[in-house]
T-cell receptor, first 114, second 109 residues
Framework: KAGVTQTPRYLIKTRGQQVTLSCSPISGHRSVSWYQQTPGQGLQFLFEYFSETQRNKGNFPGRFSGRQFSNSRSEMNVSTLELGDSALYLC?????????????FGDGTRLSIL | GQNIDQPTEMTATEGAIVQINCTYQTSGFNGLFWYQQHAGEAPTFLSYNVLDGLEEKGRFSSFLSRSKGYSYLLLKELQMKDSASYLCAVNNAGNMLTFGGGTRLMVKP
């Protein structure tokens, strides 16, 4: 069974640009959550999607947005990039929504802002 | 607000036992998870506690006390490959996972 797949693995952007990250969950998983991981702040929750609906949103500015498609694949978009957005962005999928069961993480997209 | 505390770093010897503590103060509680994350890799699920008590899974055990807002992860017969960060995460009343900062465990020979 294939795991969670995130693309691209690495990305370099400049301030002011926008970026779209992709996540394909484990087959059969309908919940997809996104996290930002930095050395200083640890793992911080961005948002969760279940059956194409955003169920929860963390404390991030509106520049961070996402969506989920009917095949449960999800995308995350960050507009007007800032230096502080440099981080590892992790996607996790699970069978049940809302942290009711274990989440399975992808290898992440490492985003560097110059 | 949500507050989850774990020690930042711990060091232990190969073959020994180590206990990693996690205390939490969250708005509601719907379960606690432990994840392991090796440097440069994705977190992997270790354990899930929703009721008080000890859950044992091979060399790893996890304990929960909801009244004390406390959990620990116990690693027995430590191996060099256990050197990693261990993340405690709480599912709060809003069914949202909040992670602690992680405990970096170094296992020495």
């Amino acid at each position: 069974k294939a795991g969670v797949t995130q693309t691209p693995r690495y990305l370099i952007k400049t301030r002011g640009q926008q970026v779209t990250l992709s996540c394909s969950p484990i087959s059969g998983h309908r919940s997809v959550s996104w996290y930002q991981q930095t050395p200083g702040q640890g793992l911080q929750f961005l948002f969760e999607y279940f059956s194409e609906t955003q169920r929860n949103k963390g404390n991030f500015p509106g520049r961070f947005s996402g969506r989920q498609f009917s095949n449960s694949r999800s995308e995350m978009n960050v507009s007007t990039l800032e230096l502080g957005d440099s981080a590892l962005y992790l996607c996790a999928s699970s069978l049940a929504p809302g942290g009711q069961g274990p989440q399975h993480f992808g290898d992440g997209t490492r985003l560097s802002i110059l | 607000g949500q507050n989850i505390d774990q020690p930042t770093e711990m060091t232990a010897t190969e073959g020994a036992i180590v206990q990693i503590n996690c205390t939490y103060q969250t708005s509601g509680f719907n379960g606690l998870f432990w994840y392991q994350q090796h440097a440069g890799e994705a977190p992997t699920f270790l354990s899930y506690n929703v009721l008080d008590g000890l859950e044992e899974k091979g060399r790893f055990s996890s304990f929960l006390s909801r009244s004390k807002g406390y959990s620990y992860l116990l690693l027995k017969e430590l191996q060099m490959k256990d050197s990693a960060s261990y993340l405690c995460a709480v599912n709060n009343a809003g069914n949202m996972l909040t992670f602690g900062g992680g405990t970096r465990l170094m296992v020495k020979p």
